[in-house]
T-cell receptor, first 114, second 112 residues
Framework: NAGVTQTPKFQVLKTGQSMTLQCAQD?????MYWYRQDPGMGLRLIYY???????DKGEVPNGYNVSRLNKREFSLRLESAAPSQTSVYFC?????????????FGAGTRLSVL | EDQVTQSPEALRLQEGESSSLNCSYT??????LFWYRQDPGKGPEFLFT???AGEEKEKERLKATLTKKESFLHITAPKPEDSATYLC?????????????FGTGTQLKVEL
């Protein structure tokens, strides 16, 4: 039972380079999320997709773009990476029932921007 | 703005020494409060959801409780395998997208 799968696990970029972080879930969830986790800051929401075909900005969207490719996949793109984007990125998914919003997380992508 | 504050930042316990972690929150109408466990190098793992004041949930050595202003995660007779960072998050009734606001976590170390 894979759950939420993120690729790659590690990545090193030079300032100005671009890359796409991939996320796929096999739980038939409607909602998907991208977070970043920095020391002392907690998890902060970058973008989310409430359902297939929709995306919305979270708390820290600047410098990122997202694509909800289909119900299973939600990608995060850095167009021109900056050192401030060095972080651990987590993808999560959840059902959209009112009373249940358990978000299930992937293992993360550790990104360093030099 | 929704806020979550966790204390202490770090906690060191001896095996068998019970204690509690605190999560204080301010939110514009609570829809749910969530506890997660995070091991080094891994993603958060869901533990509990609490929806209303007075609610309690248990799982093995862990028990989560909820009041109108805070939640406690009680750890009874902890073992070394309980060592992890424990994260608290809240979901507000207002706003869309099932968004969660996370605290910065309590790093727990249980020693033999």
């Amino acid at each position: 039972n894979a759950g939420v799968t993120q690729t790659p696990k590690f990545q090193v970029l030079k300032t100005g380079q671009s890359m796409t972080l991939q996320c796929a879930q096999d739980m038939n969830h409607n909602s998907m999320y991208w977070y970043r986790q920095d020391p002392g800051m907690g998890l902060r929401l970058i973008y989310y997709s409430a359902s297939e075909g929709t995306t919305d900005k979270g708390e820290v969207p600047n410098g990122y773009n997202v694509s909800r490719l289909n119900k299973r996949e939600f990608s995060l793109r850095l167009e021109s990476a900056a050192p401030s984007q060095t972080s651990v990125y987590f993808c999560a998914s959840s059902e959209t029932l009112l009373a249940k919003n358990i978000q299930y997380f992937g293992a993360g992508t550790r990104l360093s921007v030099l | 703005e929704d806020q979550v504050t966790q204390s202490p930042e770090a906690l060191r316990l001896q095996e068998g020494e019970s204690s509690s972690l605190n999560c204080s929150y301010t939110v514009s109408g609570l829809r749910g409060l969530f506890w997660y466990r995070q091991d080094p190098g891994k993603g958060p793992e869901f533990l509990f959801t609490l929806y209303s004041a007075g609610e309690e949930k248990e799982k093995e050595r862990l028990k989560a409780t909820l009041t109108k202003k805070e939640s406690f995660l009680h750890i009874t007779a902890p073992k070394p395998e309980d060592s992890a960072t424990y994260l608290c998050a809240v979901q507000a009734r207002t706003g869309g997208g099932n968004k969660l606001t996370f605290g910065t976590g309590t790093q727990l170390k249980v020693e033999l």
